[in-house]
């Protein structure tokens, strides 16, 4: 289980290979005759996990484009759930009033019916990578209410309408709860628009396109003490309201440090004792030093070498901790198995992770199983491990 620590000069050719992506700088150089190698020789974590929960990916632009083969092959190795990390977000599906583009969500429907995964949609209503249009009234005015609740409605009976049956599940409102004290809801141009109901509105409109669809509120640090609470109150009122809503999405966008497995724990049970299924949505585990704890896409930190340590490898000590910090978490899940209905890592192997770029842009972070020469990592035996140990 030795780590490989990889060369500098690697690392500098990958600079070369940065490629613009969903508005983020994303860089990736697998290797892909080195993937094909350590493919054959592991067992697929899908494998590892089956009969206890679905085990996913999010899919990059370009493995949908067809411009990172290595990747969709680990992809379609691995995972036995695929989530579209930008293709479906409403910037991506309907970029202007009226014209819907669903290539490559269709794309990424089609490999799954090939791998036989389940899809699961990301995002119908959130406040980042949604254009301005939604929230611009006639003649610059902001929107009436009206006409936002009837974008809101049509947005959403469109796009779950194309994928009846064919996307299971979809998060259908993203990081609605504001990490600020004291304040419930995040202020964001829907809240501003509709009021409180568009969360309860959302819901409805996905249900009414496709009942057979497994509905999902999605966000980050739901599970830590601060915004437990507020997470708590807003299902038990959407269920009081008799809103079809199936599950929370505990995102899972961690670090290192600051991540309490007690306080994981006890969330995910009272998530669960509320008759929701939970599900692990965006799973990452970054390595880097980083001041800001949470996973708003608008949060930026400027780079200096010293919050970027690694960039001529990972010691095999930080990749040892790593590893252990997935036992953990992986050790957690399989307890509650019969409330978790999948487990979702945010990305394929290192180089294609988004925390390369967030909050920092150009780090060099070692958050997946997978490293960049799509080779498995301590974390990978890890969570292979927790597996088997909890047959
Ligand atoms: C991220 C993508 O990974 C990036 O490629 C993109 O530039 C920004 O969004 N929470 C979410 C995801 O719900 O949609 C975000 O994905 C990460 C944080």
Not at 7 to 28: F, N, P, Q
Not at 55 to 76: F, N, P, T
Not at 211 to 224: F, Q, S, T, V, W
């Amino acid at each position: 289980m030795k780590e490989k620590t990889e060369s500098s000069a690697k690392y500098r050719a990958a600079g070369l290979g940065a490629a613009l992506l969903g508005g983020a700088v994303a860089i990736s150089f697998i290797q892909p005759s080195a993937s094909a190698k350590a493919q054959r020789r592991i067992p697929p974590l899908k494998t590892a996990f089956t009969g206890k929960f679905l085990i996913g990916a999010a899919v990059s632009r370009r493995i949908l484009r067809g411009e990172d083969q290595a990747s969709e092959a680990m992809v379609r190795t691995h995972f036995n759930t695929f989530t579209a990390e930008n293709s479906m977000k409403p910037s991506n599906v309907q970029p202007s009033e009226g014209r819907f583009t669903f290539d490559e969500g269709d794309r990424l429907v089609r490999m799954a019916q090939q791998s036989g995964a389940v899809v699961v949609g990301h995002t119908l209503v959130w406040h980042q990578q949604t254009p301005d249009w939604f929230f611009q009234g006639p003649n610059g005015q902001p929107v009436s209410r009206e006409l936002a609740l009837a974008r809101l409605r049509k947005h959403i009976s469109t796009v779950v309408g194309h994928y009846r049956g064919r996307v299971k599940q979809w998060d259908v409102v993203n990081e609605a709860i504001a990490d600020e004290q004291g304040q419930y809801l995040r202020q964001t141009p829907w809240l501003k628009a509709i009021g409180e109901e568009y969360i309860a509105e959302a819901f409805r409109a996905a249900h009414k396109a496709d009942p057979g669809a497994i509905l999902i509120y999605n966000d980050y640090n739901i599970e830590r003490a601060y915004k437990r609470p507020k997470t708590l109150r807003l299902l038990k009122s959407l269920l009081a309201q008799k809103v079809p809503i199936h599950a929370v999405g505990i995102q899972g966008h961690w670090r290192l440090d600051g991540l309490n497995p007690a306080e994981l724990e006890d969330s995910i049970r009272q998530f669960a004792a509320l008759g929701l299924k939970v599900m692990i949505t965006e799973l990452d585990i970054g390595v880097l030093p980083t001041r800001y704890q949470g996973a708003d896409i608008s949060a930026r930190e400027a780079l200096t070498p010293e919050i970027n340590p690694y960039t001529a490898g990972l010691p095999e000590a930080v990749a040892r901790q790593h590893a252990e910090r997935y036992r953990e978490v992986f050790e957690i899940f399989l307890r509650h198995r019969q409330h978790i209905g999948r487990v979702t890592f945010w990305g394929v192997h290192d180089g294609g992770s988004w925390l390369n770029n967030f909050p920092v842009r150009g780090r060099t972070d070692y958050p997946l199983l997978f490293d960049r020469q799509g080779q498995p990592k301590p974390a990978y035996f890890a969570a292979l491990k927790a597996a088997r140990d909890n047959r």
